[in-house]
């Protein structure tokens, strides 16, 4: 089987003939192919040699294609540092107004952003040189929750959260951005991706609670997963953090796949998973890859398919692998999925 294969038989509820494999690895496999994370985001070209590069090179069955998490931000007119050797962040609330921010969330303005072009370009020039040799997964950085927290900015979002007065408005500006998230995704897909992904890490239990949650986020990715399943567009969802005291609500949504990192509770999660969404992740990426030995990558990597089974699961780490993940760390990993 190829890796698009395998990784699409597992998205189908089907045996692979092995686990598959994927890396959340923008910064490692820039870092590997001798670019700066500021040359890496300003070409399509490099984007596109460094994630082949790197796949091909560990054996890897998909490509996940990110620059950073804050490219939708920047679209609407969030302000956004650019270091060259790290990537690029949010730095400040688009608007005090949230009239105003309601406003600047505009879907249209996706298309108008030169780093949008770049990411879409990548994918469309991944896809054409692996084909079905590797799945191409493109990220659709921020959802709804996470994109208006990033407009409006953190403090003051997290203030008016608790604010009833403040609840109507909120509830507005994160159907706006719920908005301009989807667009993302249908032009992710047009572009060439096999699979979309995307990151809600600030409705995580490790920053709001359950019932803010359930308030504030769940019935956008609720909506979010009917919208895709319409267009035939398979989806992951990422939430940082430890997912247990909301993991039975997230795999309610039924999206075809979870991504959880190392601090979610991993045998509850299969689980609770079992029937409804394939698991991505979970290795730590950077107390395991990074600070760990190969010996010690390995013994995770093992302790993760046991738990699965070796079934439905896309194994690899629960978030972005550092710049300089040791090669051996990773060669650890893929020779242990290999010989599972």
């Not at 620059?67 to 650019?82: H, K, S, Y």
């Not at 191409?136 to 950085?141: F, I, K, L, Y």
């Not at 030995?293 to 194994?315: D, M, R, S, Y």
């Amino acid at each position: 089987m190829t890796g698009y294969e395998r990784i699409m038989a597992v998205m189908s509820g089907k045996k692979a003939d092995r686990v598959p494999m994927m890396l959340h690895n923008f910064m490692s496999a820039a870092g590997e192919a001798g670019m700066s994370m500021g040359e890496y985001r300003s070409s399509p070209q490099n984007i596109a040699k460094a994630h082949i590069a790197a796949a091909r090179k560990y054996g890897l069955d998909g490509i996940l294609l990110d620059i950073d998490t804050c490219m939708e931000a920047d679209a609407i007119g969030v302000p956004i540092d650019f270091p060259d050797d790290e990537p690029a962040r949010a730095i400040g609330a688009a608007s005090k107004d949230i009239d105003e921010l309601i406003e600047l969330m505009a879907p249209e303005k996706l298309l108008k952003n030169d780093r949008i072009k770049i990411m879409l370009e990548a994918v469309n020039l991944i896809k054409k040189e692996v084909g079905n040799e590797l799945l191409v997964r493109g990220n659709c950085d921020q959802m709804a929750f996470s994109l208006a927290m990033l407009s409006y900015g953190m403090s003051d979002f997290m203030a008016d959260l608790l604010d009833e007065d403040c609840e109507e408005k909120i509830l507005q500006l994160i159907d706006r951005a719920y908005a301009v998230h989807l667009e993302y995704h249908k032009l992710m897909h047009e572009a060439g991706a096999d699979l979309t992904s995307f990151g809600d890490s600030s409705c995580g239990p490790d920053l709001i609670s359950r019932d803010c949650y359930m308030k504030f986020s769940y019935p956008f990715q609720k909506r979010l997963q009917e919208d895709l399943e319409k267009r035939n567009i398979k989806t992951v969802c990422h939430i940082c953090g430890n997912l247990d005291n909301i993991i039975e609500d997230v795999a309610g949504i039924r999206f075809p796949a979870i991504e959880a990192d190392y601090k979610t509770n991993i045998k509850n999660a299969v689980k609770v998973l079992e029937g409804k969404s394939v698991m991505f992740g979970p290795i730590d990426p950077s107390g395991i890859f990074y600070f760990g030995t190969p010996k010690q990558v390995a013994a995770e990597t093992q302790k993760v398919l046991e738990a699965f089974n070796g079934k439905g699961l896309v194994i690899g780490a629960g978030c972005a692998l550092p710049t300089g993940t040791p090669e051996e760390n990773i060669r650890a990993f893929a020779e242990t999925v290999r010989a599972y």
